[in-house]
């Protein structure tokens, strides 16, 4: 089991930056791709950022490309989603979530998710 904890949600004005942190601790010596998810109320959970196993591949879609960067620090188990020129439609529950074996836009595909950090964008 994998457990995931994220912080770093909050409040911020239109254009402001967060980031976010997601810290995985139970059986992280295997490696797990990485991804970000956000969910705004009556919408369906979205796909935000992802990241290898290795760190060395990472993908985002259309809504988010060049605002938003994914990272991850294996000696902290942690992966980090920067988060620039917010926009109030970015306010969202944001999930972390753990894949064995690669990053995939559908939420159903994951093996393990945190219980997810608000961010609220205020115009």
């Known amino acids: 089991q994998v457990q995931l904890v994220e912080s770093g949600g909050g409040l911020v004005q239109a254009g402001g930056s967060l980031r976010l942190s997601c810290t995985a601790s139970g059986r992280t010596s295997r490696s797990y791709a990485m991804a970000w998810f956000r969910q705004a109320p009556g919408k369906e959970r979205e796909f935000v950022a992802g990241?290898?196993?290795?760190?060395?591949?990472?993908g985002y879609p259309d809504s988010v490309k060049g605002r938003v960067t994914i990272s991850g620090d294996n000696a902290k188990n942690t992966v980090y989603l920067q988060m620039n020129s917010l926009k109030p439609e970015d306010t969202a529950v944001y999930y972390c979530a753990a894949h064995r074996v690669r990053v995939t836009t559908n939420p159903d595909e994951y093996d393990y998710w945190g219980q997810g950090t608000q961010v609220t964008v205020s115009s």
């Open positions: 990241i290898s196993w290795s760190g060395g591949n990472t």
